[in-house]
DNA sequence: AACATTAGTTTACTACAGTAATCTTTGGTT
DNA sequence: AACCAAAGATTACTGTAGTAAACTAATGTT
């Protein structure tokens, strides 16, 4: 199995950036991220070293970023750890849990049934 | 505001022996986790360190433990955490996801509504 | 051409999670 | 009393996340 990518919390913003827009320049990238400039660079680069994200180099100074890691695949990863660690794999329990905690309504429930029973 | 007390992941199944029976000993706390014990009491004093553990002195050699975090408490941290990370907050976008990858079905949908409904 | 700007690389430091061995008591056993 | 087993405390080591400064190279500017 090819192990598992990690993208880390600080790492987040950077990925999501790309996500919104694959290959971009790391300058367009980062000026849609806030936070100290070298830092970003630092977690752009081990994104890069751990394969999360692909370079591609277009002249000595200017290189574009793609997601290799999906945002798919990134929201699957933690949606599963969560649901594993928290609610012991029960989407049933995470389901109750949620609609009870943050007040869904009703009718956003009927609109999900209806969306899957098309 | 209270500062947010963290427990990782490591500390996690001892947290879950603590939550499934209060005021246990370490003992027999942790005989009902698995790993090396050594390591186990080092997280259990953590814990306390921490104040998520509250420790009850009965002689020199025995102590009983309790949750001061509560696992509702939790469940609510790891939910909103969550939450934001992966969904930007939005319930509907969450609740979306989950329906369609872990392939909740609308009867089980409509238990809820029913449930809201009361 | 000299220089400042900026992109990208290297180095670095702290905090903490994860893991566990060792040391120190102390209560139980022979 | 002597000793052992076990509870608990102390110490410790590695890896990695988070943060950022310093260095280097290349480019555009005057």
Chains 1, 2 share one sequence.
């Not at 199995?1 to 600080?10: G, R, T």
């Not at 300058?27 to 994200?53: D, H, P, W, Y």
């Not at 009703?106 to 609109?111: E, F, K, P, S, W």
Request: charged share 30%; hydrophobic share 35%; net charge neutral.
């Amino acid at each position: 199995m090819p192990k598992k990518i990690v993208i880390n919390d600080s790492e987040l913003p950077i990925m999501k950036a790309i996500w919104e827009k694959d290959g971009r320049t790391s300058t367009e990238l980062l000026s849609n991220v806030t936070g100290n400039k070298s830092t970003l660079k630092t977690l752009l680069g081990r994104l890069v070293e751990r394969g999360a994200v692909r370079v591609e180099e277009i002249n000595q100074r200017t290189y574009r970023y793609f997601a290799v890691v999906s945002e798919d695949d990134y929201i699957e990863g933690q949606r599963k750890t969560f649901l594993n660690k928290v609610f012991n794999g029960s989407t049933e329990k995470m389901l109750l849990n949620f609609v009870k905690e943050e007040n869904i309504s009703a009718d956003a429930l009927r609109r999900l049934v209806d969306l899957i029973e098309g």
